[in-house]
């Protein structure tokens, strides 16, 4: 008996063991799949917006954007699947307790399914609803949080001196308390079946001994209320899980529910081993025209708007200006002819392709420059070469580009020279250096065509010039495209288009 009961106890030992060893493996392998997963949804759902189009990006704030793109999804595989998979466990379990139950005692486990089902059903009516509306607040006011910091940073000058930035800080301070509320109720809530549970099986105890000892004798009372709190113990510890997993399977749908509504306006793209493209700054084949013919562009039904072009060529080894008021649609003929907008009707060939097909088979061919040159935190020469491997492009070029930007001066000025670090948003430059730094990095890979929209409002005359003609110079057969207001500027240009209201006149 005694060696019997040391080969059954080292068995027992052994089986437990290899139980908590696999568990715990399969659960690091569940976690690294569930985040793989995650990070490759993430990216697709990435690649499918930035190829979506301007008008549907503009439909997402940017803080919404990123709470979609990174947090959303977590929540849909780790918080939804991941808890599937431990329900799945769950209910596993629970249905082997009950047939087991149903063996030894089965009016027992009628009555023990029938009760705690109607406990865990209360439940859920009770926890479910109300944690699905608390995490739909909690998303919505995280990301208003975040919208009104970046608000406040980007208008940090206005706001001091208006005096008004008091009224940034009340605003915040009550989003963070509605937030907090919200978090500490959503932290709360999980607990509420653990109490319930806890009563339930109490109360569940004394009416079944009540019921027993009234129907039986005192010997079989003992053993049902045995069994009966044997299953229980088992039983309600499931039910506690399941519904913990039900709570966070609501919950992280209603927090990714900004996610799922990207998902069905924009969609992802497929998975695809397309790596970046290297750089490159000789574009064979690329003939830098652009014609346009019997276009028009609304943005929707209901707008006032729109752009009409009968015929409108430009043609390679020239500078041309478009001029116009404000809302008069130059933004908007710009767009079109990056690609990022389509036409209603007509088409638009550059280099005899649709933009997007020009831009796919001569990346870096076209260039674009805005008027607010986004700056990011980093070195001179990272900003230079935004979108490339700094090491990838020969140095005489960035140096060159440099030059002929007139940003020789910033460099000697800055600590570092090329390694010299930019602060957020360039605050530590001026506006006209921003500017500059957006031509540089255009030019870095010698564009064929090349549109400015606005980005020479912040230099003075003589710099101004000094940057047209080393464009020329440095990039020989570019047709330069230039979005301006300013006469001096326009006089330069060999044909000047004017918009008003959607209309195209050659000056």
Same mark, same amino acid.
């Given at each position: 008996?005694?060696?019997?009961?040391?080969?059954?106890?080292?068995?027992?030992?052994?089986?437990?063991?290899l139980?908590?060893?696999?568990?715990?493996?399969?659960?690091?392998?569940?976690?690294?799949?569930?985040?793989? &997963?995650s990070?490759?949804?993430?990216?697709?759902?990435i690649?499918?917006y930035?190829r979506?189009?301007?008008?549907?990006?503009?439909?997402?704030?940017?803080?919404?954007?990123?709470?979609?793109?990174?947090?959303?999804?977590?929540?849909?595989?780790?918080?939804?699947?991941?808890?599937c998979?431990?329900?799945?466990?769950?209910?596993?379990?629970?249905?082997?307790?009950?047939v087991?139950?149903?063996?030894?005692?089965?009016?027992?486990?009628l009555?023990?399914?029938?009760?705690?089902?109607?406990?865990?059903?209360l439940?859920?009516?009770i926890?479910q &609803?109300?944690?699905?509306k608390?995490?739909?607040?909690?998303?919505?006011?995280?990301?208003?949080?975040?919208?009104?910091?970046a608000?406040?940073?980007?208008f940090?000058?206005?706001?001091?001196?208006?005096?008004?930035?008091?009224y940034?800080?009340?605003?915040?301070?009550?989003?963070?308390?509605t937030?907090?509320?919200?978090?500490?109720?959503?932290?709360?809530?999980?607990?509420?079946?653990?109490?319930?549970?806890?009563?339930?099986?109490?109360?569940?105890?004394?009416m079944?001994?009540?019921?027993?000892?009234?129907?039986y004798?005192?010997?079989?009372?003992?053993?049902?209320?045995?069994?009966?709190l044997?299953?229980?113990?088992?039983?309600?510890?499931?039910?506690?899980?399941?519904?913990?997993?039900f709570?966070?399977?609501?919950?992280n749908?209603?927090?990714?529910?900004?996610?799922?509504?990207?998902?069905?306006?924009?969609?992802s793209a497929?998975?695809s081993?397309?790596?970046?493209?290297p750089?490159?700054?000789v574009?064979?084949?690329?003939?830098?025209?652009?014609?346009?013919?019997?276009?028009?562009?609304?943005?929707?039904?209901?707008?006032?708007?729109?752009?009409s072009?009968?015929h409108l060529?430009?043609?390679?080894s020239?500078?041309f200006?478009?001029?116009?008021?404000?809302?008069?649609?130059?933004?908007?003929?710009?767009?079109?002819i990056?690609?990022?907008?389509n036409?209603?009707?007509?088409?638009?060939?550059?280099?005899?392709?649709?933009?997007?097909?020009?831009?796919?088979?001569?990346?870096?061919?076209?260039?674009y420059?805005?008027?607010?040159?986004?700056?990011?935190?980093?070195?001179?020469?990272?900003?230079v070469?935004?979108g490339?491997?700094?090491d990838?492009?020969p140095?005489?070029?960035?140096?060159?580009?440099i030059?002929?930007?007139?940003?020789?001066?910033l460099?000697?000025?800055?600590?570092?020279?090329?390694?010299?670090?930019?602060?957020e948003?360039?605050s530590?430059?001026?506006?006209?250096? &921003?500017?500059?730094?957006?031509i540089?990095?255009?030019?870095?890979?010698?564009?064929?065509i090349?549109?400015?929209d606005?980005?020479?409002?912040?230099?003075?005359?003589?710099?101004?010039?000094?940057?047209?003609?080393?464009?020329?110079?440095?990039?020989?057969?570019?047709?330069?495209?230039s979005?301006?207001?300013?006469?001096?500027?326009?006089?330069?240009?060999?044909?000047v288009?004017?918009?008003?209201?959607?209309?195209?006149?050659?000056?």
């Open positions: 008996m005694q060696s019997q009961v040391s080969v059954l106890g080292a068995f027992a030992g052994a089986t437990l063991l139980k908590t060893l696999a568990s715990s493996y399969l659960s690091y392998k569940v976690s690294l799949f569930l985040s793989l &997963r990070a490759r949804i993430s990216s697709n759902l690649k499918g930035f979506s189009g301007i008008e549907q990006i503009n439909q997402y704030t940017t803080q919404k954007s990123i709470y979609a793109l990174t947090q959303g999804v977590s929540f849909i595989t780790l918080g939804v699947i991941g808890a998979l431990s329900l799945f466990s769950e209910i596993s379990f629970l249905l082997i307790v009950i087991t139950l149903l063996i030894v005692n089965p009016i027992l486990a009555g023990t399914i029938i009760y705690f089902g109607s406990i865990a059903f439940l859920y009516l926890v &609803r109300k944690v699905d608390l995490a739909r607040a909690e998303a919505v006011n995280s990301i208003k949080s975040q919208e009104m910091i608000e406040a940073r980007g940090y000058k206005e706001l001091v001196v208006k005096g008004r930035e008091q940034y800080v009340v605003e915040l301070t009550k989003s963070r308390f937030l907090s509320r919200t978090q500490a109720k959503l932290a709360f809530f999980p607990n509420i079946p653990k109490y319930f549970v806890e009563v339930a099986l109490v109360v569940g105890a004394i079944l001994a009540a019921t027993t000892l009234f129907l004798d005192a010997q079989k009372s003992v053993a049902t209320l045995a069994i009966f044997v299953s229980a113990l088992r039983i309600a510890p499931a039910i506690l899980r399941m519904q913990s997993g709570a966070s399977i609501r919950q749908l209603a927090s990714s529910s900004i996610t799922l509504d990207m998902y069905k306006e924009i969609g497929k998975e081993e397309e790596s970046p493209r750089f490159r700054s574009h064979s084949g690329f003939v830098p025209t652009i014609e346009i013919a019997n276009l028009k562009f609304y943005y929707s039904d209901e707008s006032d708007f729109e752009l072009v009968r060529k430009f043609a390679e020239k500078h200006g478009i001029a116009g008021t404000s809302g008069s649609g130059k933004s908007t003929l710009i767009n079109l990056l690609g990022v907008l036409p209603k009707e007509g088409k638009i060939l550059v280099s005899s392709l649709e933009p997007k097909e020009a831009i796919h088979k001569w990346p870096g061919a076209i260039a420059v805005p008027q607010d040159v986004f700056i990011s935190t980093g070195s001179i020469i990272e900003n070469c935004l490339f491997d700094p990838s492009i140095i005489d070029d960035i140096l060159r580009v030059e002929v930007c007139q940003l020789s001066e460099l000697s000025k800055i600590h570092g020279g090329l390694n010299g670090l930019l602060e948003r360039g530590n430059i001026s506006g006209g250096q &921003r500017q500059r730094l957006g540089a990095r255009a030019l870095i890979t010698r564009p064929k090349l549109i400015l606005e980005s020479t409002s912040a230099l003075d005359e003589e710099t101004k010039k000094k940057v047209i003609n080393g464009i020329f110079e440095y990039c020989p057969g570019v047709t330069l495209i979005v301006s207001h300013d006469p001096s500027l326009l006089k330069t240009c060999h044909e288009i004017r918009v008003h209201n959607g209309k195209i006149k050659l000056a």
